[in-house]
Every structure is written in structure tokens, then in C-alpha cells.
């Protein structure tokens, strides 16, 4: 499972659990388990996306909208 309608175009790494998330051009926002590699939560935007970061203490996303 991954972004579809183009690539993938931000990713984060959380600064404390083993998880990272990525955005696409699709709208998606996926949090995904580093260990088993499998997608814990996805949520769609309505437009398409462009960076994400996490918070330095790993409570929030900021998600850059816009592109594609």
C-alpha cells in the first residue's frame, strides 16, 4: 500500500517511536510502523500535499499543502 496518483513527496521521521509518515500528491497523510512496515493510519486531505514535519516532541504533523 502506498501513495498513489504520483509519488510520495514529504517524509518524517517521529523523533521518539519507531514510525515515520509521508505525504503525496494524492492528499494522503500515512503514519506508518517502521518494524512491520505496514501503514497504521491514513487520512485524506482535500488537496494534494507537499512536506510534512513532526512536532520535536512527536504529539503533532504539520503538513505543507499545495503542489501536484
Known sequence: ???????????????????????????TVR??????????KITRLDTACASIAYHPNGDLLAVGLGGG
Do not use: I, S
Open 1 to 27: 500500500m502506498g501513495h498513489y496518483g504520483g509519488a510520495a513527496t514529504g517524509l518524517a521521521v517521529h523523533p521518539l517511536k519507531p514510525e515515520y509518515a509521508t505525504v503525496g500528491v494524492d492528499g
Open 31 to 40: 503514519v506508518w510502523d517502521l518494524v512491520t512496515r505496514v501503514a497504521v
